[in-house]
């Protein structure tokens, strides 16, 4: 399934691979560093689909790196100072993972994937219009869709096997999980970097509705964003200008396969359902919209 314009899956000889995840593929290097290289898969409603997004992996890489050297003042990230020449030297094979490979440092991922949301949306307006709460934690009456927050709020949740939905947690159960002190980290840090993130982001015309992050510690206990950051798979981004209250915007995320996926005949089990050409390079178009409108002339 890979073409020269797509890669739905990386095939590194000179590295061992670890593990393949919904996105990304990762190598391991040596006891301190590994690659990850991100390719075009998507995943919707947790579920692999059988189809790249051209174009999709780069355009997440140069965003994430763009959002990790703009963040780094609140929180270290695992990217390594060693270029992709140095642990893939063979020219033809480097081809295939330039643009979208990066060396990060080995870090012990956290339990949890810390959510941050600055809008009512989604699985939070369903959970509002239900308990008057998301995720447990009480709202104002009377809030309409894609409503601003009052201000942001952290609604954790665990990280689910392969193929399984993520679950939504309180605090409290972050605490068993992580400690009180590592706990209160995370959640500070999310809240911090999302409340930079989307002021930024306005600047440039768009919206940062909720976003989710990951954690890492190193041997020393140093708490590190690793993964992704703030990237339209991590984050749900609307045009500004198109912004209502009261109906669900457009976005630069994958939305726009969700909902075609949602006229379909589908239970959203695996395997999912190969999407039209003209569905992938919309949501193609998307990413690099976003990308474009972030960091242009930075």
């Not at 100072?81 to 990060?104: F, H, N, Y």
């Not at 941050?116 to 309409?144: F, H, M, N």
């Amino acid at each position: 399934m890979n073409t020269p314009e797509a890669l739905y899956q990386s095939s590194l000889s000179s590295l061992p691979l670890i593990a393949r995840g919904k996105v990304r593929d990762i190598y391991d290097i040596d006891d301190q560093t590994m690659l990850i290289v991100t390719t075009d898969r998507l995943s919707a409603f947790d579920v692999i689909l059988p189809d790249p997004i051209p174009g999709k992996g780069r355009v997440l890489t140069r965003v994430s790196n763009f959002w990790f050297e703009k963040l780094q003042a609140i929180i270290p990230n695992h990217l390594a100072a060693i270029p992709l020449e140095q642990v893939v030297p063979d020219a033809a094979e480097r081809a295939q993972v330039e643009g979208r490979a990066i060396v990060v440092k080995k870090l012990r991922p956290l339990p949890v994937e810390a959510i941050v949301r600055g809008y009512l949306i989604g699985s939070g307006w369903k959970d509002y219009q239900k308990t008057g709460a998301i995720c447990g934690i009480p709202l104002p009456e009377g809030l309409e869709q894609a409503q601003q927050l009052p201000e942001a709020i952290y609604t954790p949740s665990t990280k689910a096997a392969a193929g399984q939905h993520d679950e939504n947690v309180s605090f409290e159960k972050t605490v068993e999980l992580m400690g009180q002190a590592l706990a209160g980290q995370v959640r500070d840090a999310s809240l911090k970097l999302y409340t930079e993130a989307a002021a930024y982001a306005k600047t440039r015309g768009i919206i940062i509705a909720d976003t989710k992050f990951e954690f890492g510690l190193d041997n020393d206990g140093v708490l590190y964003l690793i993964d992704e950051a703030l990237t339209p798979d991590s984050s749900r981004f609307w045009p500004a200008d198109q912004y209502r209250v009261g109906i669900s915007p457009p976005s630069f995320d994958k939305q726009y396969v969700r909902d075609y996926l949602e006229t379909l005949d589908w239970d959203k089990t695996a395997p999912g359902p190969s999407l039209p050409a003209d569905v992938a390079e919309f949501c193609a178009a998307k990413y690099r919209e976003a990308e474009t409108r972030l960091t242009q002339d930075t």
